[in-house]
């Protein structure tokens, strides 16, 4: 594999964005500011100094899952309220905190578009520090998921606008499937049950492995199952740059894996490492398996990044984003296969 920096598709998607209206059209939203992933809390001073500070801190910037080396879910960004202006307002992402004797309704909510488009904001409201800190505690798990999927959404939003047709083209009409990445990724190998298309430059490379193979058995959706076959995939179709190299799944690690529905089909989602043997590269990695009812078969897509000596965390996310706009070409049809399985349970 080539060492491949940042499409440019890439620096300007943050700002390629849709202006919303609100009420009669008279306003119209500024479009968001920032870097992908800063998310600013709204906050005095004493309270970030302090144990509701550390808790924000340890919660919003804890390590992103399954990179090689730490780097936080989110950058955060403390502003204290005298200077939260439209300079901040217009941020991505914003936790506004109000710890006051005078609040006189506690509790959290979640806002879309208050100041700019697409934005996210939570505001969480408590009388005293340790009201606060109950609520963040009992809410944390759905604030990050919150501004997860903003984040998400943003990159998906942009992919539905400017996509690479060929590779689009090919996946429906040999793969039964559809998938939209930016323009610039190329199509690198084709067999039958496998595409690899990728996009490179001299810094980075982006790149997803799609393949499928038949559904036998519960035990598909395990991880010793996909391991497997994702190793046994990898090592055959994906060479490394030296001889007698080439792509697997590092295994000192434990991978990280949890079951869903993905599109209303049965679905796993699958975190780790992957590794170069007998060569020295390496990175993260995203996978989403999926089962196509309709045909009795299962639909993989393996993403990953390489970048050495730079961050990965929002590389892996930009090619999250891509997988995960994965449809069948025959959902109708899995609609009412996983409507009549759910009516029989």
């Known amino acids: 594999m080539k060492r491949a920096i940042l499409h440019p598709f890439f620096l300007f998607i943050a700002i390629a964005i849709l202006q919303s209206c609100s009420n009669n059209g008279q306003v119209i939203h500024k479009n968001i500011t920032g870097k992908s992933g800063e998310l600013v809390v709204v906050i005095s ?65 979640f806002t879309d578009d208050v100041w700019a488009y697409p934005q996210a904001t939570v505001q969480i409201k408590a009388k005293t520090a340790k009201k606060f800190e109950e609520i963040f505690k009992e809410n944390s798990g759905k604030i990050i998921s919150y501004f997860i999927a903003a984040e998400k959404e943003r990159l998906t939003m942009n992919y539905k606008k400017f996509y690479e047709k060929g590779v689009y083209n090919v996946l429906h009409k040999d793969f039964g499937v559809t998938m939209k990445v930016p323009p610039g990724f190329a199509i690198v190998e084709q067999k039958k049950d496998f595409i690899w298309y990728k996009y490179e430059t001299p810094a980075i490379s982006q790149g997803i492995i799609l393949y499928t193979f038949p559904y036998v058995s519960d ?37 990280t894996f949890n079951i869903f529905e993905h599109n209303g089909n049965y679905a796993s989602e699958m975190r780790g490492l992957w590794r170069v043997e007998n060569d020295f590269m390496g990175g993260p990695y995203i996978s989403l398996a999926e089962l196509d009812a309709t045909n009795q078969r299962v639909v993989v897509a393996f993403g990953y990044v390489y970048a050495p000596s730079k961050d990965k965390r929002n590389f892996i996310q930009q090619v999250e984003a891509m997988i995960y706009s994965l449809e069948m070409n025959e959902q109708p049809k899995n609609d009412k296969i996983n409507s009549q399985v759910k009516m029989g349970n």
Do not use: C
């Open 219 to 255: 035990s598909t959706f395990s991880v010793n199952y996909l391991l497997d076959i994702q190793d046994k995939i990898l090592k055959e179709n994906v060479p490394g740059a030296i001889k007698n190299s080439y792509m697997a799944t590092e295994k000192r690690f434990d991978q």
């Open 45 to 109: 001073k004493e309270s970030w100094a302090g144990p509701t500070g550390k808790l924000i801190r340890e919660t919003l910037a804890q390590p992103h899952v399954g990179l090689p080396q730490d780097e936080p879910i989110f950058d955060v960004i403390d502003v204290p309220h005298s200077a939260f202006k439209d300079i901040f307002k217009s941020t991505r992402n914003i936790l506004q905190t109000s710890i006051s004797v005078n609040v006189k309704t506690e509790g959290i909510t």
